[in-house]
Protein backbone atom coordinates (compact mmCIF):
# COMPACT_ATOMS: atom_id res chain seq x y z
CA UNK A 1 0.00 0.00 0.00
CA UNK A 2 1.28 3.51 -0.07
CA UNK A 3 2.83 5.13 2.61
CA UNK A 4 5.33 7.73 4.11
CA UNK A 5 9.22 6.91 4.23
CA UNK A 6 12.14 8.65 5.14
CA UNK A 7 15.40 8.66 3.47
CA UNK A 8 17.73 8.12 6.86
CA UNK A 9 16.92 7.03 9.90
CA UNK A 10 19.10 8.13 11.96
CA UNK A 11 20.59 11.86 12.09
CA UNK A 12 23.78 13.25 14.09
CA UNK A 13 24.57 16.75 13.87
CA UNK A 14 26.93 19.31 15.79
CA UNK A 15 25.11 21.79 18.31
CA UNK A 16 25.07 24.79 16.35
CA UNK A 17 24.33 23.26 12.93
CA UNK A 18 21.47 23.41 10.95
CA UNK A 19 19.66 20.17 10.50
CA UNK A 20 17.60 18.34 7.50
CA UNK A 21 15.10 16.02 7.55
CA UNK A 22 13.84 14.62 4.86
CA UNK A 23 10.32 12.59 4.29
CA UNK A 24 9.34 10.50 0.86
CA UNK A 25 5.17 9.75 0.45
CA UNK A 26 3.90 8.11 -2.07
CA UNK A 27 0.34 9.14 -2.03
CA UNK A 28 -0.17 12.24 -4.90
CA UNK A 29 -3.35 12.78 -3.80
CA UNK A 30 -2.24 13.29 0.04
CA UNK A 31 -3.53 17.41 0.76
CA UNK A 32 -1.67 17.85 4.48
CA UNK A 33 0.92 17.26 6.02
CA UNK A 34 2.30 17.58 9.48
CA UNK A 35 5.95 17.00 11.35
CA UNK A 36 5.55 15.80 14.68
CA UNK A 37 8.97 15.87 17.57
CA UNK A 38 8.92 12.75 19.67
CA UNK A 39 10.74 12.30 23.29
CA UNK A 40 11.61 9.09 24.69
CA UNK A 41 8.45 8.38 26.49
CA UNK A 42 6.20 11.00 25.34
CA UNK A 43 3.58 11.51 22.85
CA UNK A 44 4.27 12.94 19.54
CA UNK A 45 4.41 17.39 19.52
CA UNK A 46 3.10 19.11 16.87
CA UNK A 47 5.84 21.15 15.60
CA UNK A 48 4.79 22.50 11.99
CA UNK A 49 1.94 21.40 8.94
CA UNK A 50 1.77 22.64 5.30
CA UNK A 51 -1.34 22.03 2.95
CA UNK A 52 -0.34 20.58 -0.41
CA UNK A 53 -1.65 24.06 -1.65
CA UNK A 54 1.64 25.36 -0.47
CA UNK A 55 5.15 24.69 -0.56
CA UNK A 56 7.03 26.10 1.51
CA UNK A 57 5.89 27.27 5.83
CA UNK A 58 8.24 28.45 8.40
CA UNK A 59 7.63 28.52 12.30
CA UNK A 60 10.14 29.45 15.05
CA UNK A 61 13.48 28.36 14.04
CA UNK A 62 11.69 25.49 11.61
CA UNK A 63 11.11 25.49 8.07
CA UNK A 64 8.86 22.76 6.27
CA UNK A 65 9.14 22.34 2.46
CA UNK A 66 7.29 20.33 0.44
CA UNK A 67 7.94 19.16 -3.29
CA UNK A 68 4.66 17.81 -4.63
CA UNK A 69 6.41 17.06 -8.29
CA UNK A 70 8.65 14.26 -6.45
CA UNK A 71 6.41 13.76 -3.78
CA UNK A 72 8.63 15.02 -1.11
CA UNK A 73 8.74 16.75 2.38
CA UNK A 74 11.14 18.55 4.25
CA UNK A 75 12.02 19.42 7.76
CA UNK A 76 14.46 22.45 8.02
CA UNK A 77 15.49 23.17 11.83
CA UNK A 78 18.00 26.06 12.49
CA UNK A 79 20.48 26.36 15.02
CA UNK A 80 20.33 23.05 16.47
CA UNK A 81 20.16 22.59 20.07
CA UNK A 82 20.39 19.37 22.49
CA UNK A 83 17.03 20.11 23.49
CA UNK A 84 15.75 19.23 19.59
CA UNK A 85 17.22 15.51 19.78
CA UNK A 86 14.04 13.23 19.53
CA UNK A 87 12.92 11.23 16.84
CA UNK A 88 11.08 13.02 13.61
CA UNK A 89 7.73 11.68 12.02
CA UNK A 90 6.50 13.06 9.01
CA UNK A 91 2.50 12.80 8.33
CA UNK A 92 0.29 12.79 5.58
CA UNK A 93 -3.54 12.75 5.04
CA UNK A 94 -6.08 13.38 2.21
CA UNK A 95 -9.45 14.21 1.70
CA UNK A 96 -9.80 17.50 3.85
CA UNK A 97 -8.13 15.99 7.50
CA UNK A 98 -8.17 11.90 7.06
CA UNK A 99 -6.87 9.61 9.94
CA UNK A 100 -2.97 10.01 9.63
CA UNK A 101 -0.41 7.67 7.62
CA UNK A 102 2.75 8.03 9.61
CA UNK A 103 6.61 7.61 8.10
CA UNK A 104 8.99 5.61 10.03
CA UNK A 105 10.74 8.15 11.91
CA UNK A 106 14.20 10.12 12.40
CA UNK A 107 16.30 10.02 15.02
CA UNK A 108 17.76 13.24 15.44
CA UNK A 109 21.21 13.36 17.46
CA UNK A 110 22.74 16.46 19.05
CA UNK A 111 25.86 17.12 19.89
CA UNK A 112 27.24 19.27 22.31
CA UNK B 1 -4.40 25.56 22.90
CA UNK B 2 -4.61 21.84 22.23
CA UNK B 3 -3.42 20.07 24.82
CA UNK B 4 -4.17 16.51 25.36
CA UNK B 5 -3.99 14.30 28.72
CA UNK B 6 -4.10 10.34 29.31
CA UNK B 7 -4.42 8.64 32.09
CA UNK B 8 -3.06 6.73 33.92
CA UNK B 9 0.51 7.40 32.51
CA UNK B 10 1.57 4.02 33.14
CA UNK B 11 -0.12 1.10 34.23
CA UNK B 12 0.99 -2.56 35.38
CA UNK B 13 -1.40 -5.32 35.35
CA UNK B 14 -2.20 -8.96 35.48
CA UNK B 15 -2.84 -11.28 32.76
CA UNK B 16 -6.90 -11.35 32.19
CA UNK B 17 -7.64 -8.52 33.65
CA UNK B 18 -9.15 -5.20 32.19
CA UNK B 19 -7.26 -1.72 31.85
CA UNK B 20 -9.34 1.52 30.96
CA UNK B 21 -7.50 4.38 29.29
CA UNK B 22 -8.61 7.81 29.60
CA UNK B 23 -7.90 10.68 26.66
CA UNK B 24 -8.97 14.47 27.28
CA UNK B 25 -9.09 17.59 25.20
CA UNK B 26 -8.41 20.35 28.11
CA UNK B 27 -8.81 23.01 25.72
CA UNK B 28 -11.29 22.30 22.98
CA UNK B 29 -14.02 20.01 21.43
CA UNK B 30 -12.30 17.38 19.74
CA UNK B 31 -14.91 15.73 17.17
CA UNK B 32 -12.50 12.99 16.53
CA UNK B 33 -10.17 11.46 18.75
CA UNK B 34 -7.47 8.68 17.33
CA UNK B 35 -6.39 5.53 19.10
CA UNK B 36 -2.46 4.25 18.37
CA UNK B 37 -0.52 2.00 19.21
CA UNK B 38 3.40 1.91 19.61
CA UNK B 39 6.05 -0.19 20.11
CA UNK B 40 9.79 0.48 20.90
CA UNK B 41 11.70 2.24 18.27
CA UNK B 42 8.58 2.14 15.69
CA UNK B 43 5.93 4.43 14.45
CA UNK B 44 2.89 4.65 15.24
CA UNK B 45 -0.17 2.29 14.00
CA UNK B 46 -3.34 3.59 14.44
CA UNK B 47 -5.90 1.19 15.96
CA UNK B 48 -9.19 3.01 15.41
CA UNK B 49 -10.65 6.23 14.98
CA UNK B 50 -13.80 7.77 17.35
CA UNK B 51 -16.43 9.91 16.82
CA UNK B 52 -18.51 11.40 19.33
CA UNK B 53 -21.60 10.12 20.25
CA UNK B 54 -20.98 7.31 17.33
CA UNK B 55 -19.26 4.17 17.00
CA UNK B 56 -15.34 3.80 16.58
CA UNK B 57 -14.11 2.69 13.43
CA UNK B 58 -11.07 -0.28 13.76
CA UNK B 59 -8.16 -0.69 11.46
CA UNK B 60 -8.02 -3.81 9.63
CA UNK B 61 -6.16 -6.56 12.72
CA UNK B 62 -7.77 -4.73 15.33
CA UNK B 63 -9.71 -6.75 17.24
CA UNK B 64 -12.92 -4.72 17.93
CA UNK B 65 -13.88 -7.31 21.28
CA UNK B 66 -10.66 -6.57 22.40
CA UNK B 67 -10.45 -3.30 22.29
CA UNK B 68 -13.55 -1.40 23.76
CA UNK B 69 -13.35 2.72 22.66
CA UNK B 70 -15.67 5.05 23.80
CA UNK B 71 -15.61 8.27 22.60
CA UNK B 72 -19.00 9.88 25.15
CA UNK B 73 -18.50 13.71 24.70
CA UNK B 74 -16.44 16.02 23.20
CA UNK B 75 -13.57 16.01 25.41
CA UNK B 76 -13.37 12.42 26.22
CA UNK B 77 -12.54 8.77 24.89
CA UNK B 78 -12.11 6.09 26.69
CA UNK B 79 -9.87 3.00 25.57
CA UNK B 80 -10.20 -0.57 27.06
CA UNK B 81 -7.89 -3.27 26.74
CA UNK B 82 -10.18 -6.55 27.67
CA UNK B 83 -8.38 -9.74 29.06
CA UNK B 84 -4.77 -8.24 28.61
CA UNK B 85 -2.31 -10.70 27.88
CA UNK B 86 1.15 -9.90 27.47
CA UNK B 87 1.69 -9.35 24.10
CA UNK B 88 -0.41 -6.31 24.54
CA UNK B 89 2.26 -4.61 26.30
CA UNK B 90 2.84 -1.73 24.61
CA UNK B 91 2.91 2.30 24.70
CA UNK B 92 -0.89 3.48 23.74
CA UNK B 93 -1.28 6.95 22.91
CA UNK B 94 -4.18 8.71 21.41
CA UNK B 95 -4.93 12.10 19.68
CA UNK B 96 -7.73 14.72 19.44
CA UNK B 97 -8.84 16.70 16.33
CA UNK B 98 -11.36 20.33 16.61
CA UNK B 99 -11.08 23.57 16.30
CA UNK B 100 -8.73 24.95 18.99
CA UNK B 101 -8.73 28.19 20.40
CA UNK B 102 -6.73 29.29 17.55
CA UNK B 103 -3.76 30.06 19.83
CA UNK B 104 -2.27 26.66 18.17
CA UNK B 105 -0.07 26.79 14.54
CA UNK B 106 -2.31 23.88 13.43
CA UNK B 107 -5.32 23.45 11.93
CA UNK B 108 -8.64 22.30 12.38
CA UNK B 109 -7.11 18.88 10.89
CA UNK B 110 -4.72 18.67 12.92
CA UNK B 111 -4.16 15.75 15.28
CA UNK B 112 -2.70 16.71 19.10
CA UNK B 113 -1.02 13.86 20.92
CA UNK B 114 -1.50 12.92 24.55
CA UNK B 115 1.56 11.96 26.36
CA UNK B 116 0.92 8.13 25.94
CA UNK B 117 0.24 5.60 28.50
CA UNK B 118 2.69 2.75 29.02
CA UNK B 119 1.18 -0.99 29.36
CA UNK B 120 2.47 -3.93 31.00
CA UNK B 121 0.90 -6.81 31.15
CA UNK B 122 2.34 -9.74 33.77
Known amino acids: GESVGLHLPTLSVQEGDNSIINCAYSNSASDYFIWYKQESGKGPQFIID?????DKRQGQRVTVLLNKTVKHLSLQIAATQPGDSAVYFC???????????FGQGTELSVKP | GAVVSQHPSRVICKSGTSVKIECRSL??????MFWYRQFPKKSLMLMAT?????????EQGVEKDKFLINHASLTLSTLTVTSAHPEDSSFYIC??????????????????FGPGTRLLVL
Open chain 1, 50 to 54: IRSNM
Open chain 1, 91 to 101: AESYNQGGKLI
Open chain 2, 50 to 58: SNEGSKATY
Open chain 2, 95 to 112: SARGKTSGRSSGTVETQY
Open chain 2, 27 to 32: DFQATT
